[in-house]
């Protein structure tokens, strides 16, 4: 069994802060070795389920966030960005047999993390036919385009059950609760329990009940915070600016919001 695993920070159980998710802060490295931690228990609960190869996508900020040398045999990683419009799901294709997100966090728009956003601080929300999109439904649609099933997803509470009304058989394992500025997180050593028991169980299923039917049209509404952001995608191709703080576009391919959004955010 081939699996995909693509790992963000501001879902894990110990990040409540900016500084605690950005390079160069006292809080940072902590947080890169939680990080690493949940992706391990992740890929632990893959192998004991079956799993003889894993790919991992370190998917946040720089892309160096997980510590390589503490990887399994059998473990792949992607380090930094190739650009692709895949972005967080870089490197998935239809080779692989399941899709997993460790450390998600909620939408840009939604209160259940103090870290809410959706790929840069930039916008106030992205909606895709008319939901709130989290990272976490842009880039599990990606794995859906390629027809790899996401089982298994841990992060905030509000993403997770949130989450699991989009597909079927969806496992999650919630580490942290926002509550407007505070964050009730967790034990770290709890939450890489529960991520590596839930990422097996999620991998024991019939995978093949779990691939969800992409939608056959896409509307993307993106509300820029500052008005002036909205200038330069208004001129991406088949872009429309509804206001001076929103943009709209529409499509029926599912590739072409994935480019849509590597441009614009």
Known sequence: M???????????????????????????EKACQQMTREVLAACEGAFAAGADEILVKDAHGPGTNIDIYQMPENVRLIRRWSQHPYVMAEGIDETFDAAMFIGYHSAAGKDGNFLAHTLSKK???????????????????????EGVPTVFLSGDKQLCEESADLRPNLVTAAVKEGDYESAICMSPAEAVKNIRK???????????????????????????KE????????????????????????????????????FVL
């Open 198 to 224: 839930g990422a097996e169980a999620a991998l024991r299923q019939d995978l093949r009940d779990a691939l969800i039917e992409l939608p056959p049209y896409f509307e993307v509404e993106i509300c820029y």
């Open 123 to 145: 916008p106030a929300y992205v909606k895709i036919n008319g939901e709130y999109a989290s990272e976490f439904m842009i880039y599990s649609w990606a794995a859906a385009y």
């Open 2 to 28: 081939k699996v995909y695993i693509s790992a963000d920070i501001e879902g894990i159980a110990s990040t409540a802060t900016w500084a605690d998710c950005s390079k160069g802060t006292a809080e940072y």
């Open 227 to 262: 008005h002036a952001d909205s200038a330069k995608p208004s001129y991406y191709p088949g872009v429309v600016r509804k206001d001076s703080h929103t943009i709209f576009y529409e499509t029926d391919n599912y590739f072409d919001v994935l480019t849509l959004l590597n």
